[in-house]
């Protein structure tokens, strides 16, 4: 009787850490390298995005290489585009959402997905802009 408090935390802990709500880890490593890059963090956004090249499917390994590789933070910017709109095109979990910027890419826009919370942080400009964009879904 004296171990069934501490079944019963187990239990909890079992099933918070299967909830649906959990991101998967491709996801989160996305989500850092976009953080990072509103920061204008280069070395993190490499970091995040090698842990993305190791997590991704095959329809998104290249496009993480591709922008884990680039030259400099400007060509990870460049890079970042295609690779958040394949990330888009799959099931983006609660607390998270996806965020367009107009004046992106030229003034073509682009999208990416972060952190659902009040304002928008765009890794295509970061300081520069960083509040520039409108959250899409």
């Not at 680039?70 to 888009?88: G, M, N, Q, T």
Request: aromatic residues 8%.
């Amino acid at each position: 009787m004296r171990y069934l408090p501490f079944l019963f935390l187990i239990a909890i802990t079992i099933a918070a850490c299967g909830s649906s709500d959990q991101a998967p880890p491709a996801l989160t490593h996305y989500v850092a390298a976009q953080e990072a890059l509103a920061a204008d963090d280069l070395d993190q956004a490499r970091q995040a995005l090698q842990g993305l090249v190791q997590s991704a499917s095959p329809t998104l390994k290249p496009l993480a290489e591709k922008a884990a590789s680039a030259a400099d933070i400007a060509a990870v910017r460049v890079a970042f585009k295609p690779l958040s709109e394949e990330v888009r095109k799959g099931q983006i979990p609660e607390g998270y959402v996806v965020a367009y910027c107009p004046m992106a890419d030229g003034d073509k826009g682009a999208h990416w997905v972060q952190k659902d919370q009040p304002q928008i942080a765009n890794p295509y400009f970061g300081a520069s802009m960083l509040r520039c964009g409108v959250f899409k879904e």
